[in-house]
C-alpha cells in the first residue's frame, strides 16, 4: 500500500478544477514538465502520482504570489504577477 500525500479535497471545487486543467495543460505541453512526467514515469510511477506532486506545486507557488499581493494592498503597494509563467 502507497502512502500518498493529496490536497485537501474539500474546499472549493473549481479550484480544484482550474488546477487539474491547469496540471494537465502543462503536462502536455511543458517541455519541462513533460520531462519530469516522463522521469517519474521511469521510475515506476503511473501518470497520477507527477500530476499530484505537479498540483501541489502549483498550489505552493500561487499561494506565495496571493500572500505577497495581500500584504502588498495593505501597505499601498503593487505586486507583479511576474514569474507567474514558471509555476
Keep these: 500500500m502507497n502512502n ?3 490536497l485537501n479535497r474539500s474546499g472549493g471545487r473549481r479550484l ?3 488546477l487539474h486543467t491547469v496540471s494537465l495543460i502543462r503536462m502536455r505541453l511543458d517541455p519541462t514538465t513533460k520531462a ?3 522521469r517519474r514515469v ?5 501518470s497520477r502520482d507527477p ?5 501541489r506545486a502549483i498550489c505552493r507557488r500561487l499561494f506565495k504570489i496571493l500572500e505577497r ?5 495593505e501597505t499601498g503597494y ?3 504577477l511576474k ?3 514558471s509555476i
Design 4 to 6: 500518498r500525500h493529496r
Design 36 to 38: 519530469y512526467v516522463a
Design 69 to 73: 499581493s495581500g500584504r502588498a494592498s
Design 51 to 55: 500530476q499530484r506532486c505537479l498540483k
Design 16 to 18: 480544484n478544477r482550474a
Design 83 to 85: 514569474g507567474l509563467d
Design 78 to 80: 503593487e505586486v507583479s
Design 42 to 46: 521511469t521510475e515506476g510511477k503511473t
